[in-house]
């Protein structure tokens, strides 16, 4: 089953669209406990547990992939959240790594160009594993990137298209650009909506403006009751429209 459809059983099964980011603070002393401990606390009421530098750079495979399987184990996926931006050869070994410690799916950088991304899916979808791209990022300066106009329209829209031509899998829009939302909404990927919370942007709206999947991180998991965070903002976009 190709992770686009586990994912959308997970959180179907969940009733939940949130993708717990596990961005853990780097004065937490023994991160593969706090991480497992946070896990088995939300794992009710999230899809998908994403780890980022904060896990992958000071753990060790071994113990990334322990991780995973207790991800596994609730029934949720894993995604390697290394914003991949390089050469095909070394994507495609970042991608060989991360499947191998149990990554459902990675996320990739549009700017490398078309043929790189496409390569990047091929190698992506051969192990089993989805990609998401970056089409329109979370923090301020997204503008000075995704939003730079090339030849009369906003780089964002030719990444989405990559995006689309190369076969990925969902694709990543702000939570803080609504209006970015709602323009790819109408479009046939599954979109993923990080910056609710600590960055601005709020859960409800992200929703209704066409998000399909949230990525939450800080606002769960340094709030002093994980669960009770978690289980409050599923129960409040539960009640909002879906579309
Ligand atoms: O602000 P937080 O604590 O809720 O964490 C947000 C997480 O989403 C964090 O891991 C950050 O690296 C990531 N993120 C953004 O904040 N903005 C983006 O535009 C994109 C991502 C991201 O996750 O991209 C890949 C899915």
Redesign the pocket.
Known sequence: EPFRERIARAADAKKSPIVL?L?LPTSKRNLPAFAAKTIRAVGQHICAV?M?FHLILPLSASEISRINKLVHSYGLQSIA?I?LNDIENTNEVAIDHLTRMGFDAV?ANPFIGKGGLAALVQKAHKAGAGV?A?VY???PG?KEGFGLEVGGRGLYSEFLERATGAGADGI?V?ATQLDILRQVAKQQLPV?S??????GGDAEQAIRSGADYL?????IVEAAQPAKVAKEIQSRILLSVRK
């Open positions: 980011a961005d994403k980022n959240d914003k996320i998401i970056l990022m979370s923090h997204a990543v702000g993923y990080p910056g609710i919370g600590a960055q990525i939450i991180g800080r606002s």
